[in-house]
């Protein structure tokens, strides 16, 4: 089973929109990542947010983080036609043996 | 530093057949792992490493052996193909144990199994 599941599974915007997608997860974690994927590329790591940390910014990247509800939630702002990508939550399990990615969001930006 | 390498990018078994998809990182780093992507699944992790003589098994491991005998190398072995196993494997490194650090991807391995 997948610990992390990603919300909305395709999400199709304009260039300058600001894109939301949302991970659930279901036990207990010590980090959260967010990764993205360009179409037949490995993934490249975003961000990682830890357990006790709500909010973490890179760029036009933010991302929170609630404890209480398992989940986060992954905005870039501004977005660009380079942005258009499949992007993946991913935890840690058993204290980070063990590494677990959701499904993804797929992201188009329309020119 | 070229980061994560995988070879082949590409490649055809016949059901039955046996290989090795390599990997190779020099950034030095103590954990290791491979996964698969199947469209829809996102990513699974297949078995990983804490470093040099040290494997486990992730959440997929069943037709897959890995070995590692140097810190930057850790092939995975494929025993005999199944169509199943049909896939895009991505190699991972990081430099600390899974979840603690970012994990830097290797371009993938696409097999087809017929």
Redesign the interface.
């Given at each position: 089973s997948q610990q992390g599941e990603e919300d909305p599974q395709a999400l199709s915007i304009q260039e300058g929109e600001n894109a939301t997608m949302n991970c659930s997860y279901k036990t207990s974690i010590n980090n959260l990542q967010w990764y993205r994927q360009n179409s037949g590329r490995g993934l490249v790591h975003l961000i990682l947010i830890r357990s006790n940390e709500r909010e973490k910014h890179s760029g036009r990247l933010r991302v929170t983080l609630d404890t209480s509800k398992k989940s986060s939630s992954l905005l870039i702002t501004a977005s660009r036609a380079a942005d258009t990508a499949s992007y993946f939550c991913a935890t840690d399990k058993n204290y980070g043996q063990n590494f677990v990615f959701g499904p993804g969001t797929r992201l188009s930006v329309l020119p | 530093n070229a980061g994560?390498t995988q070879t082949p990018k590409f490649q055809v078994l016949k059901t039955g057949q046996s290989m090795t998809l390599q990997c190779a990182q020099d950034m030095n780093h103590e954990y290791m792992?491979w996964?698969r992507q199947d469209p829809?699944?996102?990513?699974?992790?297949i078995h990983?490493s804490?470093g040099a003589g040290i494997t486990?098994q992730?959440?997929v491991p069943n037709g897959y052996n890995v070995s590692r005998s140097t810190t930057e190398d850790f092939p995975l072995r494929l025993l005999s193909a199944a169509p199943s196993q049909t896939s895009v494997y991505?190699c991972?490194s990081s430099y600390?144990?899974?979840?603690?650090?970012?994990?830097?991807?290797?371009?993938?391995t696409r097999l087809t199994v017929t």
């Open positions: - | 994560v792992s996964y829809g699944m996102g990513l699974r992790l990983y804490v486990d992730g959440e991505f991972a600390s144990t899974g979840g603690a650090a970012e994990q830097y991807f290797g371009p993938g």
